[in-house]
T-cell receptor, first 114, second 111 residues
């Protein structure tokens, strides 16, 4: 089982729609979860961090965390063509040999078409 | 505020050569990371460090070495470069288990 796994995509949505990105992780004691966006040829940049169960909203972005199901998701409302990028889920390990280890999923390519 | 600085930005190496990728951060972060990213792929962890004097292997450590003698610096050493090490390398840092900030990347080609 991969440590962090994302729904493979690619994902294509029309402008104005909701884009839904999903991620599962294997380390049951992890406490810190992140979504990054990466444009082609650029470095990853942080969109959202989430540490507690439930929803966290920031503008058009909502992160959802369910530690019991080991599941993190990102919703992008009113998707814009500028949201077209690769989205990376990341988790920091909290126990044993994974302590402090920041692991990324394989990424989901999102395309928002006008 | 410079953040995370990587040098060089680009480099071409011949097979068998060695080099050091430099990474420095000025945010007093204790955690630092090295990743490689191949075209169309995600980030693979090479090595990471939770503080000066402490380093741990990630998913793909073979062919690389690191050291962490200061909080600010986390150099990555490539010994005996191979074509399979052609990639984009990213350094990142974070304050403990909070969000990580990335450098601009080093694009390395081994020929």
């Amino acid at each position: 089982q991969k440590e962090v796994e994302q729904n493979s995509g690619p994902l294509s949505v029309p402008e104005g729609a909701i884009a839904s990105l999903n991620c599962t992780y294997s380390d049951r004691v992890s406490q810190s979860f992140f979504w990054y966006r990466q444009y082609s040829g650029k470095s990853p940049e942080l969109i959202m961090s989430i540490y507690s169960n439930g929803d966290k909203e920031d503008g058009r972005f909502t992160a959802q965390l369910n530690k019991a199901s080991q599941y993190v998701s990102l919703l992008i409302r009113d998707s814009q063509p500028s949201d077209s990028a690769t989205y990376l889920c990341a988790v920091i390990g909290a126990g044993g040999t994974s302590y402090g280890k920041l692991t990324f999923g394989q990424g989901t390519i999102l395309t928002v078409h006008p | 505020n410079a953040g995370v600085t990587q040098t060089p930005k680009f480099r071409i190496l011949k097979i068998g050569q060695s080099m050091t990728l430099q990474c420095t951060q000025d945010m007093n972060h204790n955690y630092m990371y090295w990743y490689r990213q191949d075209p169309g792929m995600g980030l693979k962890l090479i090595y990471y460090s939770v503080g000066a004097g402490i380093t741990d292997k990630g998913e793909v450590p073979n062919g690389y070495n690191v050291s962490r003698s200061t909080t600010e610096d986390f150099p990555l050493r490539l010994e005996l470069a191979a074509p399979s090490q052609t990639s984009v390398y990213f350094c990142a840092s974070s304050y403990r288990d909070t969000e990580a900030f990335f450098g601009q990347g080093t694009r390395l080609t081994v020929v």
